[in-house]
């Protein structure tokens, strides 16, 4: 994969390009966090830099535990630079952070600008030394290598800059040099999609397995070189010599190798058939296979197989095939056990048809067996996607039925606390049921903290979220007109029927939200994100909108789902998926095995 050197152009570290100015959020990613890492241990960490705003770790929605990574808000932009500065590759819990910051715009990390590969590392480099390489050559977004789960380096890592320019003389300036006593190899990132297109298209090694015993090396070559020029053909063998029946031949083209794999597969070599395809890594060959014994399973087993639950501790194997051996010829019978053996209390009944499998959900789902105190449940086995997919749809649509509004605020899953410093909360943490004990989570626009709107901030003809009423009535005039919401439209009380109109895109501009306070401008761009949103999830408007404004984006990322549809149809629909997967029910997941 090496490639050879090219000559360095007069570009200099010293030289670089003028840096690009640091993003205006004062939000900082804090990742390779030890699982133990909690806010608290954060806001001791990073609070001696500057004034914390708010401290979240990521976790996961079902088992609540860490995903190795946090968010850090600070007051200042300048704290937190500081703290990226200072903190960077310090030891948290023993680990050491790696810290950056916080790129809410997927595009940046997506594209793949700016950002290099590098591989053949010492087993003694970590961020700390890959970042202090490099960083000589232009301001660094993001710095890492790649640990196993021991935390041994696997010799490669990634290198992203804040422009391509920087990029192109780091891989000039370092490939093919030395780093440690070991020869790097540097160049541009390229992402897995693309490297499997174009491994398609041009790998050269052909695998070749059930090979004869008697054939030698030079036998095999000969055989392959009918179809292109052999470069190597290798069988693999014991210490002792002997033949394990199976070895690679790899050619100088790849048209070559497709053509071999074409002709040869299934042809006669010796006394026995080959078996021929493209060499593949372990990885690769392990999940390729993975795929098809799912898909053969699934089809294997398909109406046949039935899972029952609700068996007795006293009920065996031989009891449950005796009870459901009636109703047809049982292939195979199950129950699962736990690793002292004991009973899981569900297990599996596979039969040779389907309608024998049919004609036993009919006698014995419901039925309660001799001795037992719970009727059986019995239905087809399916898939875990398939099971997971059909919980997740029965909870959102529970959850889509009866969606509170309230007061603004983020989503997080059940107990996952979010520290928060000052402001205008207690400082302290507070988990999300604890925010706004009197209003439902979530986000309407008719949220009583009415922003107080610059005079020469309104747009002509009231189309901004303060006079949205008809007439063009303020929110603050009581006689806000029959569509308007006057400060008297508290909760509790009956508001005259909403003809909701929203405002023209184009009627508010960046600038003019600019001109409302800093605590207010995300208010403004909620109250129309939110019309935006109800057009499409009328019942969870609220609830992704309040996800939208407590993302951490900032006000010109909100501002551009405005006008930006395909971006905001994508990160609603993420939204969704996030709510989901926290509707999903802990002990609603089946067994994952069949019989």
Sequence with gaps: MSSSPTQPTATTPSAQPAATPKPPSASLYVGDLAPEVSEGLLFETFNTVGPVSSIRVCRDTLTRRSLGYAYVNFHSVVDAERALDSLNNNPIAGRPCRIMWSQRDPSIRKTGVGNIFIKNLDATIGHKELYDTFSAFGNILSCKVAFDDKGNSKGYGFVHFENQQCADNAVQMVNDNMMLDKKVYVGPFIPRKVRTQQLEKSWTNVFIKDIDLAITDEELKTAFAEHGTVTSAVIMRKEDGTSLGFGFVNFEEHESADKAVTAMHGAKLGNKTLFCCRAQKKAEREAKLKKEWEQLKISKYQGINLYIKNIDDEIDEERLRTEFAPWGTIKSCKIMTDEKGLSKGFGFV?????????????????????????????????????????????????????????????????????????????????YPQQMMPSMPRGWQPQYPMQPQYPANALP????????????????????????????????????????????????????????????????????????????????????????????????????????????????????????????????????????
């Excluded at 087809?380 to 889509?400: C, D, I, S, W, Y």
């Excluded at 960046?510 to 909620?526: S, T, Y």
């Excluded at 009328?538 to 996800?547: C, D, E, F, V």
Aim: glycine share 14%; aromatic share 6%; net charge neutral.
């Design 460 to 595: 002509r003809g009231g189309s901004t979220s303060a006079s949205r009423g008809r007439g063009g009535a303020s929110r603050g005039n009581a006689a806000g007109g029959a569509g308007g919401r006057g400060q008297g439209n508290r909760r509790g009380a009956n508001p005259a029927p909403a003809e909701a109109v929203v405002p023209a895109m184009d009627t508010l501009t960046l600038a003019q939200v600019k001109q409302f306070p800093a605590d207010q401008q995300k208010i403004l761009i909620g109250e129309r994100l939110y019309g935006v949103i109800a057009a499409s999830q009328p019942l969870l408007a609220g609830k992704i909108t309040g996800m939208f404004l407590e993302s951490g984006w900032s006000v010109e990322e909100l501002f551009a789902l405005l006008s930006d549809e395909a971006s905001l149809n994508q990160k609603i629909e993420d939204a969704i998926s996030v709510l989901e997967r926290a509707a999903q029910p802990e002990a609603g997941a089946e067994a994952e095995g069949s019989a």
């Design 350 to 430: 596979c039969y040779s048809a389907p309608e024998e499998s049919q004609r036993a959900i009919n006698e014995m789902n419901n039925r309660t067996l001799s001795g037992s105190s719970k009727p059986l449940y019995v239905a087809l086995h399916e898939p875990k996607e398939v099971r997971r997919q059909k919980l997740t749809l029965n909870a959102f649509k529970g959850m889509r039925g009866n969606v509170p509004q309230g007061a603004p605020g983020a989503i997080y899953g059940a107990g996952q606390p979010v520290y928060y410093q000052g402001g205008n909360m207690q400082q302290g943490f507070v």
